[in-house]
């Protein structure tokens, strides 16, 4: 199976990271769950060392593998184009990862790109003309579509034809031209963003979960042996516990505490060394990071733990408020440190406790 990533002029860079594929972490956050900035080099994918390639090798989201599984089989039984399908669900969680599965199952080529990066009709008219017969298209971020892109798409999906317009004015006409079945994988965290007409194409809809401890231990100790690392199942557990339920997140906490394993030469990763190579970073047992004890601090000391509006929060921290609803303050309202009422943010009493014994 081999991976073509398309630029923005659909043009092929095979082993390239595909341009604006993914957000960059923000103000490079170890716990965010965006691709940072080192996992996009090209051109390789750092991430793609830890990817798993089919799909009994894919740790959790066992229904998602389970629906999956009887379709490619089915597929493959009738000698056709899979379904599309449309994976959405928080950053990290392995959307990405699940569509380069799917084509390795297949056994055809997988050709990645973005929404953004398909700003003209050309663009993705370019990609669709170049499809093999049941080969995948990745769209990342697919609820960024822009409406010509997306009119485009309904006849390729539907009817594997493209509806092109030639000429201008009155001796304008639709020329149809045939494509390749193809499958089209969409990967999105905002599926409400989606327009009906676009969703409704997807014969496949499927939400990846955040993993439980256990599968996130697994991952990491199944990480640890690609990269080299002698780690015991304490240790894999408390960089699972920092990891946020998040697999990318957690592949990047193991880089750093190999970077302190190797500099004081420890053949051995221990529960002791993860928490002192992760304390260096500031990401404490229960994966909060400096930026959010700052909010959780402010809250209490500033605020009496609240009600408080979140621009001044944002003023107080020196952050862009869509930063701080977007970016900080999610985890912690998942973990229930904090709260969102009419009258503004509060800390809640797990909050406080938190701050007491991080």
Do not use: W
Not at 18 to 33: E, F, H, K, Q, S
Request: charged share 25%; with cysteine.
């Amino acid at each position: 199976m081999a991976i073509v990533s398309s630029g923005p002029q659909g043009q092929d860079r095979r082993g390239a990271a595909p341009a604006a594929a993914a957000p960059v972490a923000a103000r490079g956050r170890l716990v965010d769950p965006a691709a940072a900035a080192e996992e996009l080099q090209a051109p390789v994918l750092r991430e793609d060392t830890l990817r798993p390639r089919r799909l009994a090798d894919y740790i959790g989201q066992s229904e998602l593998k389970q629906v999956l599984g009887i379709a490619v089989e089915a597929t493959r039984a009738r000698d056709e184009a899979l379904d599309h399908v449309l994976l959405y669900g928080p950053p990290g969680l392995g959307k990405t990862t699940m569509a380069l599965v799917l084509a390795e199952e297949l056994g055809v080529r997988c050709r990645i790109t973005s929404a953004p990066a398909l700003e003209r009709p050309r663009d993705i008219v370019g990609l669709l003309v170049n499809l093999q017969p049941r080969e995948l298209l990745f769209i990342d971020e697919i609820h960024r579509l822009n409406r010509v892109a997306e009119e485009l798409l309904y006849p390729a999906m539907e009817d594997f034809r493209l509806d092109l317009m030639v000429g201008k004015g009155s001796t304008a006409r639709t020329r149809s031209l045939p494509i390749a079945p193809f499958t089209l994988v969409g990967a999105t965290t905002r599926a409400g963003a989606l327009s009906s007409p676009l969703r409704d194409r997807f014969g496949l809809i499927q939400r990846l979960e955040f993993y439980g401890l256990e599968d996130l231990q697994a991952i990491v100790l199944r990480a640890a042996g690609l990269l080299d690392v002698r780690l015991d199942g304490e240790a894999a557990l408390e960089v699972a516990r920092r990891c946020r339920g998040t697999p990318r997140i957690a592949n990047r906490l193991l880089r750093r505490v190999r970077d302190v394993a190797s500099v004081q030469g420890r053949e051995r990763v221990t529960a002791e060394l993860v928490h002192e190579a992760l304390s260096l970073h500031r990401v404490d047992g229960r994966g909060l990071d400096a930026h959010d004890r700052r909010l959780l601090t402010l809250m209490l000391e500033a605020y009496g733990g609240g009600p408080v509006g979140l621009e001044t929060l944002a003023a107080g921290l020196g952050e862009d408020p869509a930063t701080l609803e977007a970016v900080v303050e999610p985890y912690l309202l998942q973990q229930g440190l904090l709260q969102r009422t009419p009258r503004g943010r509060l800390l809640t009493a797990a909050g406080r406790a938190h701050l007491e014994c991080p």
